[in-house]
């Protein structure tokens, strides 16, 4: 009974212990593909492909050339490989217009660029602009993902998107990704940030631009004040090529596609 009874308690044991490595196995199995997931959205982020493009429009061409634009905009975000397109009219001067798009593809993009609304601006920018257009490709550096480039403002709130551009001199362009990384995270979580996103020029390393959307002026003008942005301002005051670094400000106003919610 003795050697009986020991040979089935050690067969317990084995299974029991069969079963406990199965499970750790599951759960770490599981965890790696959580982790490989979380890697692979970032690449994908990583992936997407951004433009803004500006155009000088003559005034007598205002109207026209929104309505092309607008429907471009409208037209590129049905489609499943667009992140997000809008079109702005700067604050200061309505006459400059800014499409901004990001697309899953640099392929995306240039099957866009082929469309019919898209031709239909290129049409009319031959007698509307007042200079050619400006083309900049950018790449989002800690960038988010589709769904929240995605988010809305509320029919409540009064928008205003912030663009600037910033000339770093060579060599303190890591200092301002760095500085940035910090700040990031706090900008984001601001309550009237909508989105935030820190972009360097493909063309030029030493080059980057932000995209601030906020909620309202108000929301904008809490964030110059919010304390993180001290060390950003700090380096806009000492390590870029041109002051004032407000010079490189661009305040833009949507006009398509105004979804609200």
Same mark, same amino acid.
């Given at each position: ?7 089935? *308690? ?7 212990? +069969? ?9 770490? &199995? ?9 890697? /692979? ?6 992936? #997407?492909?951004?433009?803004?493009? /500006?155009?000088?429009?003559?005034? $007598? &061409? ?8 607008? $429907?471009?905009?409208?037209? !590129?975000?049905?489609? =499943? ?11 200061? =001067? ?15 993009? %240039? ?6 609304? #898209?031709?239909? @601006? ?12 400006? /083309?900049? =490709?950018?790449? =989002?550096? %800690? ?13 409540? $709130? ?49 080059? +980057? ?6 909620? !309202?002026? $108000?929301?904008?003008?809490? *964030? ?8 950003? @301002?700090?380096?806009?005051?000492? !390590? @870029? ?9 661009? /305040?833009? @106003? %949507? ?7």
């Amino acid at each position: 009974m003795p050697i009986s009874f020991s040979r089935k *308690h050690t067969a317990i044991i084995l299974t029991m212990l +069969f079963l406990l490595c199965s499970s750790n196995l599951k759960a770490q &199995h599981s965890d790696d593909a959580a982790v490989g997931g979380s890697i /692979r959205d970032h690449a994908n982020n990583n992936d #997407f492909v951004v433009r803004l493009t /500006r155009y000088d429009v003559k005034p $007598d &061409h205002q109207t026209a050339f929104r309505k092309v634009v607008s $429907d471009y905009v409208v037209r !590129s975000l049905g489609q =499943d490989s667009n992140v997000l397109s809008e079109a702005y009219y700067e604050q200061e =001067d309505p006459s400059v217009l800014w499409i901004i798009e990001r697309w899953d593809s640099k392929i995306e993009l %240039e099957k866009a660029c082929t469309s019919p609304s #898209f031709k239909a @601006i290129e049409s009319l920018a031959k007698t509307a602009l007042s200079k050619p257009a400006e /083309r900049i =490709d950018v790449k =989002d550096l %800690e960038p988010i993902a589709k769904q929240q480039w995605r988010s809305v403002v509320k029919k409540t $709130d009064d928008p205003i998107t912030i663009m600037l551009f910033v000339d770093a001199k060579a060599g303190t362009e890591h200092n301002f990704k760095t500085v940035y990384h910090t700040a990031m995270p706090q900008f984001r979580g601001e309550p009237g940030v909508v989105t935030y996103q820190l972009s360097q020029l493909e063309a030029d390393s030493t080059q +980057f631009v932000t995209y601030e959307k906020f909620r !309202s002026e $108000d929301a904008f003008q809490y *964030h110059l004040k919010f304390p993180p942005i001290q060390p950003v @301002i700090d380096y806009l005051n000492t !390590s @870029i090529k041109k002051q004032p670094f407000q010079s490189g400000l661009h /305040r833009l @106003i %949507e006009f398509a596609p105004l979804i609200r919610k």
